[in-house]
C-alpha cells in the first residue's frame, strides 16, 4: 500500500488544479458575458434623419433609495438642422421635452455650443428592501421642436452603472418622440455577491454553533482564543455585511435571510461558552482548594497528650 500513496497524492493535486482551473475558467466566462451585455446600445427612431434630432443617454447612477435614475443626456442634431455643419451647435433654437417629472425640458440656444447634461427620471416597482431581488420599472422618452417646428426624434442609450441592469422591454416611436419603456435590475455580479455573502454569513454562524458546543460539552472552561475568534467573527460580520455592493439599507431581506440570524448565533454562543467557562472555573478552584480537618491540633498540644504524665 505504502507505493500507492505518491500517486494517490499525485492525483489528489492534479484533481485540485483542475477544479481551480474549471472555477477560474467559469468567471471568466461570466465577465465577459455580463461585460458583452452592458456594451449593448438600444436604439429607437430613425438614427439617420438629416432633419431630426439624436438623443445619446447613459445610464450613469441608480438610486433606489431616492427612487431615481440619473441619465447623461447628449442632444445632437441632425445634419439639416446644424450650424456650418458643426454636429455640436443647432442653428435653431432646440427644445427637447424629456420624461422627467423632476426637470420637464432641455433648451439649446441657436449657434452656441451643445453640451451634457444630467437628468434624473423616476423610479416605479419594488422596495429597495427587497435586497437583491428589487427591480424597478421607467419610461425614458423625449420630444424635440426646432425653431418652434416638431422634428423627428430618436433615442439612443448604454449603460454605465455597475450595480444595475437596464433592460429595454418596450419601444415605441412617433413623428416627434421615441420612448424606451425600461425594467431596472440588480447586475448578475451584485446578485452572486449577495448570495456569496448570505452563505458565508450562515457558515461562519455555524461553525461558531459547532465550536461553542464542543467546548461547552467537554466542559473546557475559559478557551480564550476559541472566544478572541468567536468576538472577531461577531464584529468582523458587520462590516462584511456593509460592504455589500450597491450599499442597501438596514432591514432589507439580505438581513433577516442572513446577517442578523449570524449575528444573534454568533452572540448567543459567546455568551454561552462565557457563562459556562466561568462556572467551570470556579467549580475547579473550589475543588483544589486545600480541607482543613476539625481534629487538627498544635505540636505543643499534641506532645502534651502523648507524653507520661508526671506525678
Request: glycine fraction near 10%; aromatic fraction near 8%; proline fraction near 5%.
Amino acid at each position: 500500500m505504502a507505493p500507492s500513496r505518491p500517486g494517490r497524492r499525485f492525483v489528489y493535486h492534479v484533481l485540485t488544479l483542475v477544479v481551480i482551473l474549471c472555477a477560474t475558467a467559469l468567471g471568466l466566462v461570466l465577465y465577459f458575458d455580463e461585460r458583452d451585455t452592458r456594451q449593448q446600445e438600444h436604439s429607437v427612431g430613425d438614427t439617420a434623419a438629416a432633419d431630426g434630432v439624436l438623443v445619446e443617454t447613459s445610464v450613469q447612477k441608480v438610486d433606489p433609495v431616492a427612487r431615481e435614475l440619473t441619465l447623461r443626456v447628449l442632444v445632437l442634431p441632425g445634419a439639416g438642422l446644424r450650424r456650418h455643419g458643426d454636429p455640436y451647435t443647432p442653428a435653431a433654437d432646440l427644445v427637447v421635452e424629456t420624461s422627467s417629472l423632476i426637470r420637464g425640458s432641455l433648451e439649446y440656444r441657436a449657434g452656441r455650443q451643445i453640451s451634457y447634461q444630467d437628468l434624473k427620471v423616476s423610479l416605479d416597482g419594488a422596495s429597495v428592501s427587497d435586497y437583491p431581488f428589487d427591480s424597478y420599472r421607467t419610461e425614458i422618452g423625449f420630444a424635440a421642436t426646432a425653431g418652434g417646428r416638431e422634428v423627428p426624434v430618436a433615442v439612443s442609450m448604454r449603460d454605465v452603472d455597475a450595480f444595475f441592469k437596464p433592460a429595454v422591454v418596450g419601444k415605441a416611436e412617433g413623428g416627434g418622440y421615441a420612448v424606451f419603456d425600461v425594467r431596472v435590475s440588480r447586475s448578475r455580479a451584485t446578485f452572486i455577491m449577495a448570495w456569496f455573502m448570505m452563505l458565508v454569513m450562515w457558515g461562519l454562524a455555524l461553525a461558531v454553533l459547532g465550536a461553542s458546543w464542543v467546548i461547552i460539552d467537554q466542559r473546557r472552561g475559559l478557551v480564550w482564543p476559541a472566544m478572541g475568534w468567536m468576538a472577531a467573527t461577531l464584529f468582523a460580520l458587520a462590516g462584511f455585511r456593509n460592504a455589500a455592493p450597491g450599499g442597501p439599507p438596514i432591514g432589507c431581506l439580505l438581513d433577516y435571510a442572513a446577517f442578523l440570524w449570524a449575528e444573534a448565533i454568533i452572540s448567543a454562543s459567546l455568551v454561552a461558552v462565557a457563562v459556562t467557562g466561568i462556572l467551570a472555573e470556579r467549580g475547579t478552584t473550589t475543588q483544589e482548594a486545600p480541607e482543613v480537618h476539625p481534629d487538627h491540633h498544635t505540636d505543643g498540644h499534641g506532645a502534651g497528650a502523648d507524653g507520661p504524665a508526671e506525678h
